[in-house]
């Protein structure tokens, strides 16, 4: 046999948006007998349909252009391939709809958390089987960030500090807390920390 039938449009495991899916094509080639392209065509799921050729160098680029794709099921692609010395030699592709998943959610998984990733998928067009892969990550720890104050004397005995944060980014309904330590009094003894915590009410509730 002296066909060869290369170069499909996907290789294996390849995958490409239903939306740019606008034709089918693999290369029939035949260097001593020549492809006849009376005797050459696709079938799409084991129907004949139309087929056009562009030409290379010994055979053609055999093309299939569907009126329309629907993303849904599991279909065959056949590229049958006649010679002209009546030699035939047939290739089938078995394709698989799938689907993108983008995960847009924004998510507040909590700071030092792991987070258990599982992604399964199964494979019904030759040897059904189904694998599934897992992993995880851990979310950052918490920053602790020195926001620095601006302290104000009323009567050289209370004082109020104005606490200016250095991020503005804050969730609407999550608690935070906030540390006060290193404050001296005027002999020195500096006072215990103290935390005190606050809740960001969404505004919109």
């Not at 290369?27 to 392209?37: L, R």
């Not at 720890?141 to 980014?169: H, K, W």
């Not at 006060?180 to 005190?196: C, L, R």
């Amino acid at each position: 046999m002296t066909i060869l039938i290369d170069n499909f449009l996907l290789n294996s495991d390849e995958w490409v948006l239903v939306s740019d899916l606008n034709y089918f094509s693999v290369d029939i080639i035949d260097y001593e007998y020549g492809i006849s392209t009376s005797g050459s065509y696709f079938l799409y799921n084991d129907t004949q349909v139309g087929t056009t050729f562009s030409g290379i160098i010994g055979g053609y680029t055999m093309f299939y252009t569907p009126v329309s794709v629907v993303s849904s099921g599991i279909f065959t692609i056949t590229a049958h391939v006649q010679n002209n010395n009546f030699e035939i030699s047939e290739e089938t592709y078995n394709l698989l709809y799938g689907y993108n998943v983008l995960f847009n959610e924004v998510v507040d998984w909590g700071a030092n958390t792991q987070v258990d990733v599982l992604v399964q998928a199964t494979n019904e067009v030759m040897c059904p089987n189904t694998v599934g892969e897992g992993f995880y990550f851990v979310t950052a720890e918490l920053p602790s960030v020195n926001l620095g104050a601006y302290i104000r004397a009323v009567e050289y005995v209370d004082l109020n500090a104005t606490i200016y944060p250095q991020s503005t980014s804050f969730f609407y309904g999550k608690t935070y807390s906030i540390t006060i330590s290193g404050v001296k009094d005027y002999s020195g003894n500096i006072m215990d920390p103290y935390t005190f915590t606050f809740t960001i009410e969404d505004p919109t509730s």
